[in-house]
């Protein structure tokens, strides 16, 4: 899991606009780690994640003139059913609200990357951090006692 920079780009409506930032970013050198595509009747919002956000704001710079960017959660998930639920409900039991969404591609049986939007970011990235050390085994019953008479006789 780790934190990235995400794009929200607002878009007219209408042919070409899309393949123009996307080949901007492209011409750019400029790869998209995850995207997703918004469509409203006047506009549409495409948010993207980006392998080099300066490099984007560069582009984005030069390019629109209505962009706005956003820390998001990444994280790698297994490409199979209940991946994404598990982590939508370690959020929602520890009452972070995720505003949106998203996946990237995966191929089948491999990875898929997720992206959250959440309210609390400090508070959902130390929920999922992978958890690290040993943890402490539970005392099951009472401990066992050697009898008085039978200490330090072999």
Known sequence: MREEIQFS????NKPGV?????TALARARID??????VDSVEHGVMRIVTDNPQATREV????????TESPVLMMELA???GAFAKVAQ????????IGYAYCTGGAAGGKTTAVFKVADLKKAKKLLAPQTGKKKKKKTGAPVRKSPGRRGRK
Do not use: E
């Open 32 to 37: 998209l780690v995850a995207l997703t595509l």
């Open 60 to 67: 984005l710079s030069h390019t629109q003139d209505r962009w």
């Open 90 to 97: 370690k959020l929602a039991d520890a009452h972070v609200n």
């Open 9 to 12: 780009i607002f878009l007219v």
């Open 79 to 81: 490409n199979r059913p």
């Open 18 to 22: 899309l393949a123009s930032i996307t």
